[in-house]
């Protein structure tokens, strides 16, 4: 009768009129940029103890185990470099054929090559019995070794050949499999080079259990390696530089996977974003704990000296090993300007770079990003010129008699590299990207440790005619072709 | 229809086309130009200049007569080396850091600051309590610091030249004949306490010293220590020391051939000359810290570093080298500013500097923003002005000329784009308080709190307070710096009122409201207008001080040498001094025991003094403010709590302490050549002697701070009141109703009473009323529930609910008005009174006895004889009242001067909140009487739903509408 619900209405109309004039003078705060939003969630894991019975002989019964229920599993690992140890055939303008790149057939200058060494290299393989001895079957997927990166670390270790270490009870360490943990990554990548943050610089095994201030991803916020590295279908996302030429864009983990590319409130920090990389000043430094090699100097290896861990080994030769280490500045677009191929022909007076990082201030996809560079004394043959891969810890190799000349002769046929007879001892740099142990905001770089007399920066090295801050940056200076900025 | 869509379908063809042409060519435009414009990129290169000097040419270093300094192994004169292409007596006349006072002194200005000892502003001739010695005037009865002195003690902060080379007379120092009973040609000896001729041509004189302050690493030690053994004339050349340009050795100075070339010239490598540095300003200026991967560390703790307690550092607090209550938090650079690499010469530039001059506000247009005409960079380096930029800070009086000629905060950043929407009556706040006040609003350095040299430390050296620090004041000389030694715990500064620019604030007529309830600290007060006065943070420093008369009847401070004998024999405390002092009797005194803190104490110093000769012996205090407009924070460390200063201990009136005792009870006064404003009054506590600010003293209302407590007892108290009013009321009628047995007398009707837009307009008007009474008192008394009292959203709701209201009221009036419903709120004089009773009586009596309402609501007549008389006065005296105070109160920011004329906010606000209370009781009555209806919520349903059931007496038919 008489539109008696009618104030119903009236009410919603007056609560609009109060709510939307005052909600909309409210302060707004700038949204909050929300890097958790992109972190993949990991599936949950199956608690495998009660899958697996065994008994198992071989760790390739293990394997056989596990690829009953996961059969695609070891032909995807296979596909990887982690089971090939080499890159697919890529062209470099150096060379007439396509070569390949990886650590089974190229060198650093850390132990310089597994060729011939792979009995004791090969502990890192995510495989079965690699060794210099007997030739590896690649094709068979019993010889992936699933629990290197499955088990859990505290029942699982590898030795010789990748073989499971002594005593390790398979059917134990079958039963923990999980997510792949840090524990299992940092195994082999934190001890890179043969020993704890001997190469990286930004990972090492204070990485276990990091303190929010060492790493703010894996620290404060509990992050495993794979939070990052996403994998899909044993497919490992995220490679730079060492033992790469080129690499697709979509193969690198970026921080902007998560975070936004304008990430400052402020604007003058987030104009930086589009020269310098986010790592430049969320690491100021490398190995804030554990100490990392900086320098090898081979050519003293073989005397009869004191040793020590940091300092000398009569196998290896003299070493320098820094703590805070400050990280080098280059301009960097992900891929490799020059990888040094075996064979290529060195200048000896010179340092030659085994990776040296590709990009220039003319380059608007490069940006400043840091750097380890792992300086070496290594062996070079003085009439090919170029470098040497000795047999090291292989049968006769110079670990075990400490002949230079025997271990380059042992190498030659395996290798394929002439050994002329006369070697000498040149200087060689790696570098090494700086892009782990991401310190929380508060201990980023601060515009003077860059910006200023004692800036670490050396703008005109980087091609630019002075400090920014006062003559502009690239783009202000029309160092970059218009149309790509 | 076939028309209109084969016409809209070519158009639309067209239009297509046309704007793919367009977008085409926007959108290839750069391609084309980047093709055929741009440079190969290899080609891009820019020249760079060598390190070091980038532009400097090499030079011969000449001495006074001109002659080279290799030839003749003379010192070094700046003016003749550097005047070979600089207008060096340009220079050195247009640089107040040359003159320091003296043209006050040979224009026989007056000095500010009113004291009978001083002769100049600046450092030469205007006493500094900090410094203590006291520059003697020609014709003083005792020499204290000679010319000559002051330029070995003062001097090591004085780049040279100025009084350092020129009588107070306007003649060279180096005419003057020895002359022991002149302050200008003596010096006094420290040991025979007696004056002794000083001989300017011996010593020589220092010129203004280029190499100080542009070269990279100057010996300022060695510059020091040849000025401390006054070897004038050497103290340039000594700031070369190490450059390999000069040596020193045993047997004198020496010119290395080798860093000059065959054509006399220096040679390039060893030219550095630059622009100055931060480290070329710290050399006097306080430790500036300059290399990110040191810690910073502030040793010293000197009265040139130690007034504000300012830390010139990029650096993370808690990166510092500092020890620092709560450091690890203090993630914040010292200054921001430093921490973006600003230098010190971007602000304080040369006036004439063409890349950043410009002109004094007051001299400028103001419609231009920018004036592209500049001098000439090559006259700017032959004759630039040596005069730097410098804000309005406490520091008034030296450079007086120079004042204001800083870019200020506001002329460099967008303050007014970057705090509306974020704060609240941003304008307000810009135009009050300086951007210091809330971004710097801790130090985190000690400062000096007081110098107290009213006694002697057993190391003569006065008594010194520093606040921020923890423990004990450091002794002078101490091996770990006290900033390291001593927890720092940094100190808020106080805030007082800035007067920029034009003297001093005008005092304006007493507010009448004020004066009227006489709560107002003081009857007058000074005005805060827009862009004058500012409320800026500041250190104070008081210092106490022993004067005296001398022969000639001139007031001077107590020489030090004389100050020594008064309290001690030698090195020892003197017997009759120890025996007064020693509290604990151990035969020594203590930094406790040694206070002036009786009269007998005091009368013993006194008469010790008097025994020396000086006549009329007593103390004086002084409080110095100390600008803090460094260590500036960023967003996100800056003061952003509004209830910081809303709220009843404001921030704006947190009391200062002047030092923690005051010696012999002089009370200090505060100095007069300052252009801050000293307001409030100093307070003594038990912990010593405060200065309490107090912003009503120019006339400033703080919401959430000010209130006038009688307007809110009463207010409260009639709240109160009607509350209990009708509770009781409410318990009457309960009980009558118990008592009472049949229900209804007459029969029950629905009438339709409220249109829509009736009933919208009054719960409109419910609801913004509820809110402003609300957020209104949580404005007014922030402290009643802190977690809900944050300005930045009760004031939008407050004001939005407030403009609501208004254009509610606005509206209703035009409906009521142009409809005539008005009528109904007006009450018609026949008969009112006795309807009015009739009313009356039943609310009192009738009510109770279940009789019906006197007059029932009809539409067109809903309101009784009260009401009409309630609601006449609530809609035309308190709600437009209200509103007009209100809309004035928010129209503050905009006419500031306009308010100002009809009281300001010390009188707005205050019948804002007396009106406020009236509608909180006028609301709980309102409410209740709803309550009386057929049933307790009949009256409300009938407000939501427009539809109110009423009883209908017996007897009476139904109404007509």
Known sequence: MKRRHLWVFGAVLLLLVVIVPIAYSLPRERPPDDPQRYLQRHPVPLNHSNLIQGPFKTPQDVTKECLRCHPDAAKEVMQTTHWTWEGKPVKVPWRDEPVTIGKKNQINNFCISIMGNQHT????????????????????????????????????????????????????????????????????????????????????????????????????????????????????????????????????????????????????????????????????????????????????????????????????????????????????????????????????????????????????????????????????????????????????????????????????????????????????????????????????????????????????????????????????????????? | MTNLRSFSLRTGIFLTILSALVLGLIWGFPYVRAQTGVPPLETVTIELPPKGSPMHPPFPILDANGEHVLKSGRPMSTMRTCGQCHDTNFIATHSYHVDMGL??????????????????NGPFGRWDPLFYRYLSQPGDERLDLSTAEWIMTQGIYHPGGGPAEISREGQLLTQLEPDPTHPETAILDATTGQAKPWDWRRSGTVEVNCILCHTPNPNNQARIQALKEGAFAWANTATLLGTGIVDKTADGWHWNPNAFGPDGKLKKAFVTIQEPSNKNCAACHGPVHTDPSQPAVVTELNPQTATVGQVFSGQRISKSGMNIQGKEKLTRPWDVHMDRGLSCVDCHFALNNPAQAWEKRENRPHTLVYDPRRLDIGDYLKTPVHDFARGETAQHPLDPKSKGTMRRCEDCHDAKRVHTGVLPYANRHLSVLACETCHIPKLYAPAIEAYDWTVLMPDKSPRVVYRGMDGPAPMPGGDVPPTVANLVTGYTPVTLLRHNRTGMPELTTPNWLYTLIGTTSKGERTTSKSGGDWIAPYNLITTWFWVYTDANGRVRPVRRIDLEKAWFDGDTYAADVVALFDANRDGQLSPDELVLDTKAKRDLIAQRLAALGLKNPHIEGRVRPYSVSHDVAEKGWALEECTACHNTQSRLTRPMQLAPYVPAGVEPTFVKDTNVVKTGRMVKKEDGLYLQPDPKDYGLYIFGHDRIPIIDWFGFLLFVGVILGVSGHAALRIYAAKRRKHAHAGSVEEVYLYTPFERFWHWLQATTIGLLLVTGLLIHRPDFWPALSNYRYLVPIHNVSAALLILDASLSLFYHLTTGAIREFIPKPRGFFDQAIQQVRYYTYGIFRGEPHPFEKVPGRKLNPLQQVTYFGLLNVLLPLQMLTGLLMWGEQYWPDAIQKIGGLHTLAPIHSLVAWLFASFVVGHVYLTTTGLTPLEDIRGMITGWERIEVPEGKGSHEA
């Open chain 2, 103 to 120: 043209s006050d002194i040979l224009h026989r200005r007056t000095p500010a600051s009113g004291e009978p000892w001083d002769v100049s």
């Open chain 1, 121 to 485: 290299c090969t502990t890192c393989h995510a495989g079965y019995g690699w060794s210099e001895d007997k030739p590896f079957d690649f094709s068979n997927p019993y010889n992936v070794d699933c629990l290197a990166c499955h088990a859990d670390m505290s029942v699982y270790a590898k030795g010789f050949s990748g073989l499971p270490a002594k005593g390790v009870d398979l059917l134990a360490a079958a039963k923990s499999v999980h997510n792949p943990k840090r524990e299992n990554c940092g195994k082999c990548h934190f001890n890179g080079g043969g020993g704890n943050n001997v190469k990286h610089g930004d990972l090492d095994q204070s990485l276990l259990l990091p303190p929010p201030e060492l790493d703010v991803h894996m620290g404060r916020l509990d992050f495993q390696c794979t939070d990052c590295h996403r994998t899909q279908h044993h497919r490992i996302k995220g490679r730079l530089l060492a033992d790469n030429y080129t690499i697709p864009y979509e193969e690198q983990v970026h921080c902007t996977d998560c975070h936004s590319q304008r990430p400052h409130e402020d604007d003058r920090l987030n104009f930086h974003t589009k020269s310098v990389a986010c790592q430049t000043c969320h690491i100021p430094e490398m190995a804030p704990k554990d100490p990392t090699k900086i320098f090898w100097d081979w050519s003293k290896a073989g005397q009869d000296r004191p040793e020590d861990h940091y300092t000398y080994l009569k196998i290896k030769g003299e070493f320098i090993y820094k703590r805070h280490v400050k990280p080098v500045y280059r301009w960097f677009n992900g891929n490799n300007k020059y990888r040094y191929i075996l064979g290529d022909r060195i200048d000896p007076t010179k340092p030659t770079i085994i990776d040296e990082p590709a990009g220039k201030i003319t380059d608007p996809t490069a940006k400043i990003f840091p750097f380890k560079i792992h300086v070496a004394i290594q062996p070079y043959d003085k009439e090919y010129k170029y470098l040497l891969a000795p047999i090291t810890s292989g049968p006769g190799g110079f670990w075990h008699d400490f002949d230079w000349d025997k271990a380059f002769r042992l190498a030659e046929p395996i290798t394929g590299l002439k050994y002329s007879g006369k070697y000498g001892w040149t200087e060689t740099w790696m570098f090494w990207p700086t892009t782990h142990m991401v310190r929380p905001a508060k201990e980023a770089l601060q515009c003077e440790d860059c910006h200023g007399p004692k800036g670490r920066l050396d703008w005109k090295a980087l091609g630019y005619p002075g400090d920014p801050k006062e003559w502009g940056g690239r783009f202000q200076l029309n160092l970059v072709p218009e149309g790509e900025k």
